[in-house]
């Protein structure tokens, strides 16, 4: 299990087969080379992680990161990420809620790693890794893409660059684009 990387996030809806995940304990996405997995500890952490659900990278068909307006008196906004799948034919969206004080960071990280764990999975589908070609751009690795990726958005929320530069940049940094 290399490049694994946590995120504290709570399961917020949409797969056909998950109608809820009990609140009680500690939740996590899990995102590997190979899969993402939603865990779950047992209450006050006993038991180990149990994979409540996965998702292969190629399923995964497209990810957002959205916010709404948290509850009456709040004064914040709720992150989330929503990831579409295609799974045996059935498409679906499943809604991860950030939680915690550094959810816009977590928010943003976990939206790269999906979109990353994405290109590659297309790039090795479409044999480009295979070719030396990555996804990410000649050379990078994962650790750096996501830095890059972690440093644009500072910009965007600082007000350096406008929505229409994040995305342009954004894409240049995962797929290679110009």
Do not use: C
Request: hydrophobic share 35%; glycine share 12%; charged share 25%.
């Amino acid at each position: 299990m290399t490049n694994a990387a946590e995120f504290r996030f709570l399961y917020a809806g949409g797969h056909p087969d998950i109608q809820s995940v009990p609140k009680s304990g500690s939740t996590k996405v899990f995102v590997t080379d190979t899969e993402v997995s939603y865990r779950r500890k047992g209450i006050f952490g006993g038991g180990g992680w149990q994979t409540v659900f996965s998702i292969e990278p190629m399923e995964i068909v497209e990810v957002r990161q959205t916010s709404h307006a948290s509850g009456a008196g709040a004064g914040g906004n709720d992150q989330f990420i929503e990831v579409d799948i295609q799974h045996n034919g059935v498409k679906f969206v499943i809604r991860f809620k950030a939680i915690g004080m550094s959810q816009q960071k977590d928010a943003f990280s976990l939206y790269s790693a999906l979109n990353t764990l994405r290109a590659k999975a297309r790039a090795m589908s479409d044999g480009e890794l295979k070719s030396g070609v990555s996804p990410t751009g000649p050379g990078s690795n994962p650790d750096d893409t996501l830095e890059r990726l972690e440093r644009l958005a500072v910009l965007k929320a600082q007000g350096i660059l406008s929505e229409e530069e994040f995305i342009k940049q954004k894409d240049r940094i995962i797929f290679g684009k110009s």
